[in-house]
Each structure stands twice: as structure tokens, then as C-alpha cells.
């Protein structure tokens, strides 16, 4: 067992500094094979949930139910962490930078995201540090902020990759390192790095033989400069004093010395050859693990041209190995023949994306997800870091494409479904861009019932207007144009020229209707009115009508007769019970008067009628209306 032929020793201090709370939090387990180290700092408000200690808990939980150290052990552990706070993010978002260190007693790698650090030493110097992932470090990578002043720079904790994060999580993993006796790893949380240097550091570790030593030393140097506020501080320190060595190392060596003279005595020739082979295999394998390293994080990142850059140049290389078949290389070299192709068909799903061409995006995103599906099955791939991008893009284009066959069958109903599904999971990846695509999709379908409607009131308008009803058709015509304008404005270009037709129609309507003389209007009126009653208790429908066409003649005359006939026929219709018709023909009127108070009352007695008769149509159209009524009325009161 590695573990009892190591010797690893570990101490840490953590403390509240000069607050009550200690949001820091720090825990190990050495295992006969594996052991793991985990740093956190709380970065939220929430003192009950206690987010570092649930995150670190978590991972030492998942590590010591399936221990073992790799990139995918990796991400898995801090996955694992990032869902516990999610989960328990429920009045306010539980948030953690997060550091692991594993280690199998030879070797050694790490994870992080957010700015708990970790320093690695070796024969009294910094070999490595780790990087945060804050606005601060990608300022100091670009020459923009000082090395040095890091850890005052106003941007340090304006983090862009930590714990309990909204949308992509992406952590940062390091590739295996060899370890040597005498490497010391010191994990910190920012109360620590914000207030020793790398110098400090240095000395703390300079003839110290102890771990707790090192602790001790470096949490002097933050008392000893009495600051106002200490914030909460964790120093861990790992001691290599031995690593594992492979018992059977020797013995191996002596078998390959002998078996390596007899391929000499043999062959020289054949051993060159194969050694050339070798070499040239293990250097095309490590460039091909560092091109699919960074076309994951770029596939992360959604960045899906440069990471098909990295993973066509990894396939390129893949034509330079030799690879005996079923062998793990011949595997290795299949999966990134794999990863190539799924790019490809990511990238090519894009360009149709961007060429309007659904159908044919959806087919391109369907087979990229087949082909995670097929490296998380055979290959035990870990895709869930970037597959929920690439689903989003299929789920977009599928919506797209079904939303355009809706409107193609006239169907505006179903495409606003589909076009407002994918604007939701286009506002979940934060695509604008391809979510204003699928807005004006929104505003073709509701264009598209606008002119259905227009064309009913105009078809309508021009009935009344020969049975020479004037009034009614002015009304109605000018509806058509409304909603011939709001077809337009919401991008049906087919729609502008009917808004000048109709709005003609309207205004010679009325001056048809100027053109007769009160003394006319009166005299039809009341004939409408005695034939109404004559009617009413065989024909309540045909007699409503005429009451109605009785009060559009008296449209616009005054005076005691014709004032004596509007309260006759009101009575009539009233005695006949409730008429959404004539409310919302009334409603239409006074739209025409400016008088948009009295039309909401008139459009909601007729929404009230129709509810009860069940119109659903007459039901969406009044609410049209009342919705245009409410932005008429907000911009008569500006």
C-alpha cells in the first residue's frame, strides 16, 4: 500500500481573524492509494449554510466513496461541490472558491475555481502557483496589472468561474506532476495571500523541518502587521518527507537491461527502428492530450471555433501514430477522430444557424450530440461540462425550424410557441444575438394574426358600406388599418400598402355619411326602430340588428328627437338583455371620438358577453383591442 510506504505530513490553522464567523474551511483523507487536500472560502452572506464547509464536505465524501486521480476524478469532485450549493441556494445563492490537491504518494495534481491558492515548493524555491480565476489575474496574464499587485487590486474577487455560480461551471484543472522528497504544498484562502508575498513564503519554509512550523510562521506575518480588519484566514501545509517507490523498480530494470542486450545482440537495426517509433508515438500523444486539454476548455467556453482549431490539429496528429489494433493507443486515437468530427459538426451547425438554415442545423446538432453520447458511453467521456451548450443549439434550431413550418401553414398560435421556446433557452446561454433572431420570428406570428383580423374587419367594413351604413363601415375600415399598421410594425412589409386603402375606405365612408342630412338620418332611424319592434318577439337577433343600425344613423345629430330616439332604442336593447356586438361596435366609435375611457368600458362589457357565450375568437379580439386601447390612453396622457 502506497500510504504506508510514503510519509506525508499535513497541518493547518484557520481562523475568524477579526470577525465571529469563520467562513473558511479546510479537511484532508489520505487513503492507502489516494489522498486528498480541499481549501474553501464562503464568499456569500449566509452564515447558517456554512458554503465552504458543504463544499469541502462534499468532496472528501465523493472522494473517499470512488477515490482516484485524474482530470475527469477532477471536474467530477468539483461538480459534485458546485450542485451541493445549488441545491441549498434557495433565499440566497450559497457561493465558494474551492482549491483540491490530490495525490497517489508519486505524483500530484489540482482543481480550483474562484482564489483559494495553492503554492508549490521545492528545494526552497516556487516552482508553481496557481492562478485565480478573477478579473484581477486576466488583467495581470495580459500585462495590464503588476505580479506584484495582485493582491490589492480592486478586481482580486470579481471572479468569473467559482462555487454555486449561474450558468457554466467551468474549473480550472492542472495536469499530473511528478513529486520528489522534500516538495511542500501550502494551500491558502485570500486572507492569507492577500497579506504574505512569495518572499514571506519563502522564509516561512527555510529551515523549517515541521508542516505546523510553516503555518505558525506565516500566520505571525499576518498578526505581526496590525491590520484593522483580519479577514478569515486557513494556512494547510503538506510535507512530502518520502514518496512511493515501486518495490519492484529494481528487479524491472535488471529484466529490461537483459531483454534490452538481447534486442541488441539480435537486431540493433530493429530496436532503432522501434525505439524511433516509440518516441515519436509518445511525442505525438502528449501533443494530442495538450490539443484536446484546451479544445475542452474552449468547448467550456462555447468558443466552438477554437476549439475546432485544437481539435483538428490533435486528428492531424493522430495521421503520424501507429497503433496496433484494439490497442489503448488505436482507442486513444479513435476518440479524438470522434471529438474532431462532433466539432465539425458543431461548427458547420452554426453556419447554418447564421444562413437561416434550420433544418439543416438541427440535423448537424443532432449528430454532434450522438457523438457525446457516444464518447460518454465508450469512451467514459466526461461531456456534462460542455454538452448543455451544444443541446441548447439543437433545441434553438429545432424551435426555429418547426416555428417557420407553423407560419408557412398559417399556424401563428403554434409559432409563437416555438419561437418564445427558443428565445428562453437562448437567454439561458446569454446568445442576444440569436435570441433577437427568434423575437422578430415572435412578431411575424403575431403580424400574421394581425392581418387576418385586419382583413375580416375589412371584408366586413365593405358589406356595411354597401347596404350604405356609413357610419359602421368608417368604424370598421378604420380598424382594418390599425391593424394593418400593427402587422407592419411588426414586419409584415405586405401590410403597408392596405393601411392607405383602408384609411381611404374609412374617409369616404364618412363623407358618405356627412352628405345626408339629420333630417335623413332621423327618418331611418326611427323607421329601424318601428321594423325592430315589430320583429322582436319573433326575431330577437334580426331585431338587435336593427336597433343597432337605428343608433349608427343617429351617429353625430343633436337635438331633443333624435336625443328622445337614442333613449328609445337603448331601452329596446335593453329589454332584448345583453349585446357584446353592439359594445364592441359602440367601443369602436368612441375609438374614433378619442374617447378611450368609454371604449375600455364598452370592450370590457363585450369581453364579459363573450366569456359567457364562449367566443374564443371574439374573446381574443376584444383583447387585442383593449391592449391597443391602454397604449392609445398612456400616450394621450403624456
Known sequence: MRKENSDFNTKF????????????????????????????????PDEKKESAKLAVTTVITEFSDAPGMSAGKLRHYLKSAHEALLRESDEIRLEASILILLT????????????????????????????????????????????????????????YTYLGQPGHFTPVISAKHKLEDGDIFILMTRGVWENVGNAEIIDAVDGVSKAEDVCTGLEDVILSQRLDIIENYTIASVFINKIYQNPKAGRNKKIFKIVFAICMAVGMILFSVLLVKYNKNKSNMNKIDRYQEKGIEYLQEMNYESANKQFSDAYAVTEGISARKNSKTEQRVKMVERYNKMVENVIFGMQALNDAEFKKATDQFKRANDILTE???????????????????????????????YLDESKSEEAVKCYKAAMDVMNEINDTGRRDVAARGVNLAYAMEQMKYAKEKFAEAEERYAEKEYVAAATLFDAAAAAYQQAFDWGNETAEKQISIAKDRANTARAMNSSRSDEEKIKAARTALEEGRDIAGSDKDTAKQ?????????????????DSLRQSLEEEKKALGEDPDQDLLNALNYILKQDYTSAEQALNSALEAYNKLNNGTKVQEVQALIREIKTKKANQQE
Do not use: P
Open 546 to 562: 336593427k336597433f343597432d343600425k337605428a343608433l349608427e344613423e343617429l351617429t353625430g345629430v343633436t337635438g331633443s328627437e333624435a
Open 375 to 405: 464518447l460518454e458511453e465508450d469512451y467514459e467521456e466526461d461531456t456534462s461540462t460542455y454538452k448543455d451548450g451544444i443541446k441548447a443549439y439543437l433545441t434553438y434550431a429545432e424551435n426555429m425550424y418547426q416555428g417557420i413550418m
Open 13 to 44: 490553522i484557520s481562523e475568524a481573524g477579526s470577525y465571529l464567523v469563520n467562513a473558511d474551511y479546510f479537511a484532508f483523507v489520505e487513503l492507502k492509494d489516494y489522498a486528498c487536500y480541499v481549501i474553501a472560502d464562503g464568499i456569500d
Open 104 to 159: 497517489d504518494y508519486k505524483k500530484a495534481m489540482w482543481g480550483h475555481a474562484g482564489n483559494s491558492r495553492l503554492c508549490w515548493i521545492k528545494n526552497g524555491e516556487i516552482k508553481l502557483s496557481t492562478k485565480d480565476t478573477s478579473l484581477t489575474q486576466r488583467m495581470a496574464d495580459q500585462e495590464e496589472v503588476a505580479l506584484d499587485q495582485i493582491s490589492a487590486h480592486e478586481e482580486r474577487n470579481n471572479l
